[in-house]
């Protein structure tokens, strides 16, 4: 019955690989998000999907390409992994409020571990 | 300058103890201010949600924010060995994105 839950929880590869990670929540929430935590454990939105529209997009390297085919599901697709991806990243999800955007609490997953080796 | 500011820690306190955990802002449009504790290989978890000034109570733990000081505290009581985690604060003004502090970690020893 998790909330928010992603796959995979680890993912170590080689640079230059391209990687996907998925998320999908059960909340029955209509805006989700992803996020990257270095190691400083400073977390930063990357991305904001409201109804699957694109709503937040945090001057993110567009090697990075999220997908939303339903308002349950935001996946993440990294291409040309880099070693300075390496983080952990974290999707969460939020009630919004009809106008593509959200002042309701959000609630996170347990993360994927990217290591690039 | 950091939006958000928070100390790293760690913070080490023995069981019982009230902590006290801060977070200052320089954003004035912040109106929404949450709390969320991360276990280790864990995610955040959402535990105080408040809106505007004044304080929130639930169970052993008080969230306050004093917008005038751009401040904003959580207590925690009878602390507990299981209260050992990183606490996270966040602030949002309006639908603008989710703001987060660099997290204080604290233990709590028996």
């Known amino acids: 019955d998790t909330a928010v839950s992603q796959t995979p929880k680890y993912l170590v590869t080689q640079m230059g690989n391209d990687k996907s990670i998925k998320c999908e929540q059960n909340l029955g929430h209509d805006t989700m998000y992803w996020y990257k935590q270095d190691s400083k454990k400073f977390l930063k939105i990357m991305f904001s999907y409201n109804n699957k529209e694109l709503i937040i997009n945090e001057t993110v390297p567009n090697r990075f390409s999220p997908k939303s085919p339903d308002k349950a599901h935001l996946n993440l697709h990294i291409n040309s992994l880099e070693l300075g991806d390496s983080a952990v990243y974290f999707c969460?999800?939020?009630?919004?409020?009809?106008?593509?955007?959200?002042?309701?609490?959000?609630?996170f997953g347990d993360g994927t571990r990217l290591s690039i080796l | 300058q950091k939006e958000v500011e928070q100390d790293p820690g760690p913070l080490s306190v023995p069981e019982g103890a009230i902590v006290s955990l801060n977070c200052t802002y320089s954003n004035s449009a912040f109106q929404y201010f949450m709390w969320y504790r991360q276990y280790s290989r864990k995610g955040p978890e959402l535990l105080m949600y408040t809106y505007s000034s004044g304080n929130k109570e639930d169970g052993r733990f008080t969230a306050q924010v004093d917008k005038s000081s751009k401040y904003i505290s959580l207590f925690i009581r009878d602390s507990q060995p299981s209260d050992s985690a990183t606490y996270l604060c966040?602030?949002?003004?309006?639908?603008?994105?989710?703001?987060f502090g660099t997290g204080t970690r604290l233990l709590v020893s028996p």
């Open positions: 969460a999800s939020s009630q919004g409020q009809g106008t593509g955007e959200s002042n309701q609490p959000q609630h």
């Open positions: 966040a602030m949002k003004a309006g639908f603008q994105k989710l703001v």
